[in-house]
């Protein structure tokens, strides 16, 4: 374990200081007690020369000495502690991981692809530890499912209530088979998803509405905190077909990237879709912002999209290890402590 000084200066100052006292002191006695020749009228050796006064004397003697080193050394542990002892504390905290907020377009031209991604998010939930994660399903309007939380069996029950659904009406045939039950479910699960009329899949505005999910974000604007925090994600689901929003996707972007929040893409539209012009300038500002993009038709989106989220996550605790320098004055005080009694309980039988 390193020991490192936080005010070595303090030690240094107090030191001279406890000089100075000291010399003055001495200074002041030697004016206030003048040398004199002494007269031989009284000697108390020869007076009190016997066994038992020799013996009490040396006693005396030996316990002033006790009592001056222990005082002297608990003035030294003193200054020692007035200048902070510190160790770097190397515990795992993990207590300080990222919020990850699942966000999933649910228009209808994502509902044959909706299952396939809240099975991929099941997925991915399964390699968190500590994390706490959320998820909100948006259309021109957005709704959350569940909040941040890191019961991860909540949130896997729900992801497969979610996902079971939605793979009942994931193609117009199953839509036209289904029975009323699953409809009324159905309806239930997108409910606030849609009160704009006339707009569909509005996906600046819904990216923006997941990052209010996460503490401290502020539409508009953004604190300092905000910006040191860098330890929030957020996985944007969609296929890329967006009606017109108050928020662009790249205007969505500035303000998450602004507060410090890492926005991953995950692409699950068409697979004849993804050279488009604008499937690439989702890709282009996704990664421009710092985030990752990843598509459903690439074989092992998840597994690349934990690696991502891992490599940021590593990052952090390097940053944080470096900077978790804490006092350590747990010896240094014991000592100075036990210095002290000792040093009162020969000053009490010195007076005795």
Known sequence: ???????????????????????????????????????????????LNTEHVEERFRQWRVLGRVATVALAVSLLLSLATLSRPSTVDEADERTGNRDIVLCLDVSPSMLSYDHEVLAS????????????????????????????TDDYQLASGQLKYAGDILGRISSQDKIDKTDPRTLQEFSDLIEGTQNRKDQT??????????????????????????????????????????????YTLDSALDLTHKAGIVVDGLYAGPASSEKDATTIEMQRDITSHGGSYFSVHSGTPIENLVRSIEKRKNRDEQRARKAALVDAPGWWTLALAVLVAIWICMAWRLKR
């Open 201 to 246: 899949s509005l996906i600046g505005d819904g990216l923006v509405s997941c990052a209010a999910m996460l503490p401290g974000f502020v539409y508009g604007k953004t604190s300092k905190a905000d910006t040191k925090r860098d330890k929030a994600s957020i996985v944007l689901a969609t296929d890329n077909f967006s009606g017109k929003s108050t």
């Open 1 to 47: 374990m390193n020991l490192e000084w936080h005010w070595p200066w303090a030690a240094v100052i107090g030191l001279l200081l406890a000089i100075v006292l000291i010399v003055a002191w001495v200074l002041v006695s030697s004016r206030r007690h003048p040398k004199v020749p002494q007269i031989p009228v009284f000697n108390l050796d020869e007076d």
């Open 121 to 148: 998010y099941q997925r991915l939930i399964s390699s968190f530890k500590g994390e706490r994660i959320g998820l909100s399903l948006f259309n021109s309007t957005s709704r959350t499912l569940f909040p941040l």
